[in-house]
């Protein structure tokens, strides 16, 4: 055998190589990594996150429950306390349940590998949250995107044509939607929920900013999953997300989801934060009252389009986007770059609402942006 190998040595030709282009999927080589920008120094809209600091004694809170976790033990697999906290404060309708996952990203993916069968479909609208694409091709999915109509609004005609003609396994639905921030009609979803054969998951990641919700409506419809993250809502660095629904839905997502998922410190900070859910939502009430101001400064600017929003961001459309976003990072505030993205979105926008100090910063940064660039 000592001969053999001495020989391969001499002939690197007869070796194989072993290369990601020759080992992994296609789909999976075609995809392009979910980019974050650098943030250092800059005034921060660019993510969706709560741009306000908890108060002192909640702080203190929190500082006194790390200082005693016990990290050196694995945590809860279930994570009850955290799990009795969202029930309380969803309302969860009786009988259903709840399933935890690290952001809402883990649980599109626990999803999508659920029902992932030879010919299964993934379907969404676009532009949507970008996520649903990739994560169908990362498990093999195949893939249909429904365009929405002018303005952004849901085309209920379409989406019911694409669901005779996919039968999809699995629709996602953001309300509001990502990155456009309206909210589609809560009648036309009903008729998508009772038409479709397969699942029909509501992404509430925006609730807190929101008219209304589907987890009332949990315990009406066979088919239907509420999803949520807290990241909008102050929890960002925590990562944590929730699907209310059936038992026997979350039951079998349940051997899907890989073993203390939700660590130590997620689930007790995220508990806490719970029994304070009323200081964060004063802080999205703070952040309601300026996505007006904001979205009244923006409209006040010329060559600038902006769309109605009832997430914390809006979304605004500008000649030489992609010029205007290097301009505002010149002057020092980073927001989301969405021009080139999808054709719907060419030169397009997105920035977070921030404090009222940050949106002025912002508003300003704009205003000198595109009296440079136009």
């Given at each position: 055998m000592n001969w053999l190998v001495s020989i391969l040595n001499f002939m690197p030709s007869l070796r194989y190589t072993v290369t990601p282009e020759n080992l992994f999927r296609q789909e999976i080589l075609a995809l392009h990594a979910y980019h974050v920008q650098p943030a250092s120094g800059m005034v921060k809209l660019d993510a969706m996150e709560n741009p306000y600091h908890l108060p002192q004694e909640v702080r203190d809170e929190i500082a006194q429950l790390v200082a005693d976790a016990a990290i050196n033990r694995y945590p809860d697999p279930g994570a009850h306390q955290l799990k009795i906290g969202i029930g309380k404060m969803t309302n969860l309708p009786t009988g259903m349940?709840?399933?935890?996952?690290?952001?809402?990203?883990?649980?599109?993916?626990?999803?999508?590998?659920?029902?992932?069968?030879?010919?299964?479909?993934?379907?969404?609208?676009?532009?949507s949250f970008v996520m649903y694409k990739m994560i169908a091709a990362f498990v093999g999915m195949k893939y249909v995107g429904?365009?929405?109509?002018?303005?952004?609004?849901?085309?209920?005609?379409?989406?019911?044509?694409?669901?005779?003609?996919?039968?999809?396994?699995?629709?996602?639905?953001?309300?509001?939607?990502?990155?456009?921030?309206?909210?589609?009609?809560?009648?036309?979803?009903?008729?998508?929920?009772?038409?479709?054969?397969?699942?029909?998951?509501?992404?509430?990641?925006y609730y807190a900013f929101a008219?209304?919700?589907?987890?009332?409506?949990?315990?009406?419809?066979?088919?239907?999953?509420?999803?949520?993250?807290?990241?909008?809502?102050?929890m960002a660095g925590l990562r944590l997300g929730f699907l209310a629904g059936a038992p026997a839905w979350l039951e079998q997502l349940e051997k899907l989801r890989l073993p203390y998922n939700v660590g130590v410190l997620p689930q007790i900070v995220g508990a806490k934060l719970l029994e304070h859910h009323d200081i964060l939502l004063a802080q999205a009430e703070c952040i309601k009252q300026e996505r007006v101001k904001l979205f009244a400064a923006i409209s006040g600017l010329m060559e600038v389009k902006v769309f109605p929003s009832e997430a914390n961001f809006i979304l605004f459309r500008v000649a030489r986007a992609t010029m205007v976003f290097e301009g505002l990072k010149q002057r020092g505030v980073l927001i989301k770059n969405l021009n080139g993205g999808?054709?719907?979105?060419?030169?397009?926008?997105r920035v977070t609402v921030g404090t009222a100090e940050e949106n002025q910063k912002f508003i300003a940064a704009?205003?000198?942006?595109?009296?440079?660039?136009?």
């Open positions: 349940d709840i399933l935890l996952g690290n952001g809402s990203d883990e649980i599109i993916q626990l999803l999508a590998m659920a029902v992932a069968k030879p010919g299964a479909v993934l379907l969404s609208v676009e532009p429904v365009p929405l109509a002018e303005g952004f609004s849901l085309d209920l005609q379409a989406m019911l044509d694409a669901i005779k003609r996919e039968q999809p396994a699995l629709v996602f639905l953001a309300y509001p939607n990502n990155p456009t921030g309206n909210a589609f009609d809560a009648d036309a979803i009903k008729q998508i929920i009772l038409t479709t054969p397969g699942l029909v998951v509501v992404d509430e990641a008219r209304d919700s589907f987890v009332p409506l949990l315990a009406d419809y066979d088919n239907l999953l509420v999803m949520r993250t807290f990241s909008k809502l102050g999808h054709p719907a979105l060419s030169d397009c926008l704009l205003q000198e942006t595109i009296r440079v660039s136009l």
